[in-house]
């Protein structure tokens, strides 16, 4: 059962646009959500995180947005550049979740010039 | 920086075999993960550890064993490989955050196929 969700499997932007992704969630319990980047053939990097206490989080180009209510959370890049181009992962913890994190299944962004 | 190291960036087995998949990291960090990728399916736990010689089974532990003898260290054990088990493997370290939360560090990653 997909707990967090990431329901655009690709996205593509122009250079210089937003870029936003987005991701669901179906637990409640959940009260820390990151974001993490992943280029081929290798690991994924912790890229944004923010706590449910919390509505927004921003970091430079990056900033995630939550809505609690509507169990929903958002990463927008501005601008996008070429080298944002890789596979986004949205993640979720929770208290009793045994220190491991929920994945959703990813967004591939393609940035064009 | 916070390292994980894998030990083969690509493995190719045979059916049958026993592989042995290795990661180590070098912050002492008590969690450590095993997930693998898959594509249209993200990442998946396969197992964790909080502690030295403990382990969590996660969301699919079947047809893999790990082993956590030394706290820097978390084993990965594929006991008869079979061809559903081609994957790539990704290992991962942890700390709780200062903002509240698992923060996880990952690998490079293991491409595994299974033949």
């Known amino acids: 059962d997909q707990q967090v969700k990431q329901n655009s499997p690709s996205l593509s932007v122009q250079e210089g646009r937003i870029s936003i992704l987005n991701c669901d969630y179906t637990?409640?319990?959940?009260?820390?959500f990151l974001w993490y980047k992943k280029y081929p053939a290798e690991g994924p990097t912790f890229l944004i995180s923010?706590?449910?206490?919390?509505d927004k989080n921003e970091d430079g180009r990056f900033t995630v947005f939550l809505n609690k209510s509507a169990k929903h959370l958002s990463l927008h890049i501005v601008p996008s550049q070429p080298g944002d181009s890789a596979v986004y992962f949205c993640?979720?913890?929770?208290?009793?979740?045994?220190?491991?994190?929920?994945f959703g299944k990813g967004t591939s962004l393609l940035v064009t010039p | 920086d916070v390292k994980v190291t894998q030990s083969s960036r690509y493995l190719v087995k045979r059916t049958g075999e026993k592989v042995f998949l290795e990661c180590v990291q070098d912050?002492?960090?008590?969690?450590m993960f095993w997930y693998r990728q898959d594509p249209g399916l993200g990442l998946r736990l396969i197992y964790f550890?909080?502690?030295?010689?403990?382990?969590e089974k996660g969301d699919i532990p079947e047809g893999y064993s790990v082993s956590r003898e030394k706290k820097e260290r978390f084993s990965l054990i594929l006991e008869s490989a079979s061809t559903n088990q081609t994957s790539m493997y990704l290992c991962?370290?942890?700390?709780f955050g200062a903002g509240g939360g698992e923060k996880l560090f990952f690998g490079s990653g293991t491409q595994l196929s299974v033949l």
């Open positions: 991962a370290s942890s700390f």
């Open positions: 637990n409640s319990m959940f009260d820390y």
């Open positions: 923010i706590s449910s206490i919390k």
């Open positions: 993640a979720a913890s929770h208290p009793n979740s045994g220190y491991a994190l929920n």
């Open positions: 912050m002492d960090h008590e969690n």
């Open positions: 550890s909080y502690d030295v010689k403990m382990k």
